[in-house]
């Protein structure tokens, strides 16, 4: 498949396939160790571009849960700012920070660390992320947040 990011360049030709869960990213990596994890692929510049393979965390876009006394979201990577918004505004909630585009996955926001206008005041999208959980390249599943595996 070709394959590019929002520059536009460069294009690649690459295997991309979109595991549906956690446990498929697992074996997936299990079997390779060259590629990259891919969102919406509106980064500048080549960073989830790989010859090899690109797992597309677009199957991953469930919202788990939403407690709408804190505001507190729970989500997979795949689910899109724009999802976020689409499902919560119109009950009064909005993201906190949000880049130029709501076409931006959930775990991209992340990993991006992505900021709006507002950065100066609220910070950037991290400063609202309580905990992840991350597949590392061996295909463990770890917890993060301030107080585990923070580094």
């Known amino acids: 498949m070709k394959l590019t990011n929002?520059?536009?360049?460069?294009?690649?030709?690459?295997?991309?396939?979109?595991?549906?869960?956690?446990?498929?990213v697992q074996q997936r990596l299990l079997?390779?160790?060259?590629c990259i994890v891919r969102g919406m692929g509106n980064g500048i510049g080549d960073g989830s571009l790989n010859k090899n393979l690109v797992l597309s965390v677009l199957g991953l876009d469930k919202i788990i849960s939403f407690d709408s006394s804190t505001g507190?979201?729970?989500?997979?990577?795949?689910?899109t700012l724009e999802d976020i918004s689409n499902a919560f505004v119109p009950i009064g909630w909005f993201l906190a920070t949000t880049p130029g585009?709501?076409?931006?996955?959930?775990?991209?926001?992340?990993?991006?660390?992505?900021?709006?206008?507002?950065?100066?005041?609220?910070?950037?999208f991290?400063?609202?992320v309580l905990w992840f959980e991350i597949v590392t390249a061996d295909g463990q599943l770890v917890h993060?947040?301030?107080?585990?595996?923070s580094d």
């Open 31 to 34: 079997k390779t160790n060259n």
């Open 101 to 124: 585009t709501s076409k931006v996955s959930l775990g991209g926001a992340i990993a991006a660390d992505v900021h709006g206008k507002n950065h100066h005041v609220v910070g950037s």
């Open 144 to 149: 993060c947040s301030a107080n585990s595996n």
């Open 72 to 79: 507190l979201l729970v989500a997979q990577s795949g689910v």
């Open 6 to 24: 929002a520059g536009n360049y460069p294009v690649i030709e690459t295997e991309v396939v979109s595991p549906k869960s956690v446990n498929a």
């Open 126 to 128: 991290s400063n609202h």
